[in-house]
């Protein structure tokens, strides 16, 4: 299975500075169809995964814009521009380029200091 | 709007089978383009996917590996549901199972279930 490396594990920020989270694969996540499947996912105590980006780059519906997603191949960022208290929670990377056990990265705690 | 609400017990006895249901509104269980599955997260091994079905001209079944000779997942299309049964149970399956969409074309869970936590224990 291809495995998904979160950094930091822990990440303190202050009210309205920006955040920014690393994950890489130990595979490229360039799919045979050209397309690169690497998704983002926030987990807010007590509740389910929410997906906030697919594809690297590409926002869900309802997501705020303070997120984005970029990279390529095996280095992948997800960056908040300007951190909110909602914020809080835990963040995923995930790959679906390799099917069918799609993995996911040991997840990245944010807190408010 | 897609959701997916599950169904089952939250206490199984090891040795025992465990059983979910995830129904389903807003998509069809026999879609051509998505994809059911079942992740289940635990301190342990994190979020871990457990499997899927999906139908593409006739039902497909795909498992992890971890999980292969106790894991069985089925497609009901009478109800637009599918099930997770696990068996036998052993305490380190003890986790929050969710069922989750895979979309047509992004390869990722756009839709989950609201989870459900399983104690195996007696």
């Known amino acids: 299975d291809v495995v998904m490396t979160q950094f930091p594990l822990s990440l303190p920020v202050t009210l309205g500075q920006p955040a920014s989270i690393s994950c890489r694969s130990s595979?490229?996540?360039?799919?045979?169809?050209?397309?690169?499947?690497l998704n983002w996912f926030q987990q807010r105590p007590g509740q389910s995964p929410r997906r906030l980006i697919y594809k690297v780059s590409n926002r869900d519906s309802g997501v705020p814009d303070r997120f984005s997603g970029s990279g390529s191949g095996t280095d992948f960022t997800l960056k908040i521009s300007r951190v909110e208290a909602e914020d809080v929670g835990v963040y995923y990377c995930m790959q679906g380029a390799h099917w069918p056990a799609y993995t996911f990265g040991q997840g990245t705690k944010l807190e408010i200091k | 709007q897609v959701q997916l609400q599950q169904s089952g017990p939250g206490l199984v006895e090891p040795s025992q089978t465990l059983s979910l249901t995830c129904a389903i509104s807003?998509?069809?269980?026999?879609?051509?383009?998505?994809?059911w599955n079942w992740i289940r997260q635990s301190p342990s091994r994190g979020l871990e996917w457990l499997g899927r079905?999906?139908?593409?001209?006739?039902?497909?079944?795909d498992y992890a590996a971890s999980m292969k000779g106790r894991i069985s997942i089925y497609p009901d299309t009478s109800k637009n549901q599918f099930s997770l049964q696990l068996r036998p149970v052993i305490p380190e399956d003890t986790g929050i199972y969710y069922c989750?969409?895979?979309?047509?074309?992004?390869?990722?869970?756009?839709?989950w279930g609201q989870g459900t936590l399983v104690t195996v224990s007696s």
């Open positions: 079905t999906y139908y593409r001209s006739r039902w497909e079944f």
């Open positions: 807003g998509d069809s269980v026999s879609s051509n383009t998505a994809a």
């Open positions: 989750a969409r895979d979309p047509p074309d992004d390869q990722g869970y756009d839709k």
């Open positions: 595979q490229s996540l360039v799919h045979r169809d050209g397309n690169t499947y």
